[in-house]
Nanobody
Framework: QVQLVESGGGLVQAGGSLTLSCAAS????????MGWFRQAPGKEREFVSA????????YYADSVTGRFTISRDNAKNTVSLQMNSLKPENTAVYYC????????????????WGQGTQVTDSA
């Protein structure tokens, strides 16, 4: 498994932007599909975005398409999530996840998880 540490969460005004980062340990980062999920209070964890291993095809939940951008830097073992035009409903704990295999929107498909970072959008 790979160790993951998220950063970049915080309080942001509605319509604002925030970039989350996830640092991964290990020497085989490029072989992992990386994903971002979020969990709001009282709700299930939901898929936000994923980026495939290697060159990295990207995938997004419909609710964030056009506003969020996922990217990875295999040399630095990091994956980022640029979030623009944030809305109050985007308030959640955001988790970085990794899996060996192709991209998936299913949380259970991911093997490694970070501790999460809180994003709060103030209306």
């Amino acid at each position: 498994q790979v160790q993951l540490v998220e950063s970049g969460g915080g309080l942001v005004q509605a319509g604002g932007s925030l970039t989350l980062s996830c640092a991964a340990s290990g020497r085989t980062f490029s072989s992992y599909t990386m994903g971002w999920f979020r969990q709001a209070p009282g709700k299930e964890r939901e898929f936000v975005s994923a980026i495939a291993r290697g060159a990295g095809s990207t995938y997004y939940a419909d609710s964030v398409t056009g506003r969020f951008t996922i990217s990875r830097d295999n040399a630095k073992n990091t994956v980022s999530l640029q979030m623009n035009s944030l809305k109050p409903e985007n308030t959640a704990v955001y988790y970085c996840a990794a899996r060996v295999g192709t991209s998936s929107y299913r949380a259970v498909a991911y093997d490694s998880w970070g501790q999460g970072t809180q994003v709060t959008d103030s209306a």
